[in-house]
């Protein structure tokens, strides 16, 4: 079946330096992957949809100079967190679709961000 | 404003009967609504689809319903086991609004032998 994968699963980084999250469709190509962030006991938020070969779309709140989000391929997303502060620390995790008329979401592992 | 509302608090039931949760949405007007499964420090899991038009959806012991003019979406597991133990989070897909999940806070349940 469909398998997104994320990596890394977890990541600590010194306060001020920057982290990248990539995020990858295993069987299938994703013209738009969703990044989401995920507080502890809370729901999922929807930070921005990432288009294949264009900008993404930020949702309202998102900065998004300090989240970089980049789609090169139709396989692979990346989110870059930059100049981490200890309150990015969360677990973030990406979705795709598999297009073609489905609605079926599939979620990657999730990646943990602890920022020190 | 917009909301989708699931129950803050966590659900304890006993092994074999049905757990039922509720998800409830505001000035939404949803495509269609999932429902996910969410275990601790993983990604969520889809686990059913239910489209606008629909009234009801089942897989094996796993039933959706789907009531729009309520606003509302209950989930039920029948012959609950410990294994079923997550978070259950409820999405909603509006119309117009591409292929953005807007979820629910999830509901935790636990289920005891």
């Known amino acids: 079946g469909a398998v997104v994968s994320q990596h890394p699963s977890w990541v600590i980084c010194k306060s001020g330096t920057s982290v990248k999250i990539e995020c990858r469709s295993l069987d299938f190509q994703a013209t738009t992957m969703f990044w989401y962030r995920q507080f502890p006991k809370q729901s999922l938020m929807l930070m921005a949809t990432s288009n294949e070969g264009s900008k993404a779309t930020y949702e309202q709140g998102v900065e998004k100079d300090k989240f970089l989000i980049n789609h090169a391929s139709l396989t692979l997303s990346t989110l870059t967190v930059t100049s981490a502060h200890p309150e990015d620390s969360s677990f973030y995790i990406c979705?795709?679709?598999?297009?073609?008329?489905?609605?079926?979401?599939?979620f990657g592992e999730g990646s943990w961000l602890t920022v020190v | 404003s917009q909301k989708i509302e699931q129950n803050s608090e966590a659900l304890n039931i006993q092994e074999g009967k049905t757990a039922t949760l509720t998800c409830n949405y505001t000035?939404?007007?949803?495509?269609?609504l999932q429902w996910y499964r969410q275990d601790p420090g993983r990604g969520p899991v889809f686990l059913l689809l239910i489209r606008e038009n629909e009234k009801e959806k089942r897989k094996e012991r796993l039933k959706v319903t789907f009531d729009t003019t309520l606003k509302q979406s209950l989930f039920h597991i029948t012959a609950s086991q410990p294994a079923d133990s997550a978070t259950y989070l409820c999405a909603l897909k509006n119309y117009n609004q591409g292929g953005k999940l807007i979820f629910g806070q999830g509901t935790e349940l636990s289920v005891k032998p």
């Open positions: 979705s795709a679709n598999t297009g073609a008329g489905g609605n079926t979401i599939y």
């Open positions: 000035n939404y007007s949803p495509a269609y």
